[in-house]
């Protein structure tokens, strides 16, 4: 029988952090540092949104947190498997039930590392509600959202190169999470080519900070 978050006792949703699983993920407030800019990407599965996130953190001055390491982390945390789409169904269930839209965003921008830096990235924001809810966060910081189109063709090779667990399920997009991804290019304030090799650099030419 396939694993299903729905599956599980009550008690699972309570289950905290054991000592030697300390996180950042149960403040409810932000540190009192003020964040100057964050920016928010979006994009498919392979659309090169870590690779942009990481070049913004070694060559910009950039703290890196994201959506899916945050349930990452709690999903081992609890005990659950790691496959794609137990992480794709916990994630929902921290948005919709569990934490709701705004604990999880702040969640997510509590986790970021290093911790001290006023300029922020979000890797693999997936859900339209997420938007409202960071821009309120962040003000009177400034947050920009940047979704990374990419072709087919370059997307799948990417997937098939870096054997992630899941990446070729996923690449059919069939969850409804994913199905979401696609509605976010509508709400962006900018859209930038995730197959470029300089398109973090597009993006710091495009925002001013």
């Known amino acids: 029988m396939p694993f299903s978050l729905s599956t599980l ?3 699972w949703w309570g289950r905290s952090f054991s000592s030697t699983s300390r996180s950042f993920l149960y ?3 932000l540190s009192s540092m003020a964040l100057r800019l964050v920016i928010g990407l979006a994009g498919l599965h392979g659309a090169g949104k870590s690779t942009v996130a990481k070049r913004l953190l070694a060559e910009h001055g950039f703290s890196a947190t994201s959506f899916g390491g945050v349930v990452r982390r709690e999903a081992e ?5 790691l496959d794609l789409t137990t992480l794709q169904d916990l994630g929902a269930h921290f948005m919709n039930t569990e934490w709701g839209q705004e604990k999880f965003c702040r969640q997510v921008l ?3 590392l290093p911790f001290d ?3 922020v990235v979000i890797d693999g924001i997936r859900h339209v509600a997420s938007l409202p809810e960071i821009r309120k966060i962040v003000h009177p910081g400034k947050f920009v ?3 990374l189109d990419i072709d087919e063709e370059t997307r799948l090779d990417r997937l ?3 054997q992630r667990l899941g990446d070729m399920h996923s690449s059919r997009e069939t969850h409804p999470v994913e199905k979401e991804v696609l509605i976010l290019r509508e709400h962006a304030d900018l859209v930038v080519n995730g197959g470029d090799d300089d398109a973090h650099t597009q993006i710091v030419s495009l925002v001013s900070f």
């Open 9 to 11: 006792p009550a008690f």
């Open 110 to 112: 509590q986790a970021r």
């Open 117 to 119: 830096s006023e300029l």
């Open 27 to 29: 403040y409810d407030k």
């Open 160 to 162: 098939t190169k870096r």
């Open 145 to 147: 959202f940047i979704y």
């Open 77 to 81: 945390a609890r005990g659950f498997p």
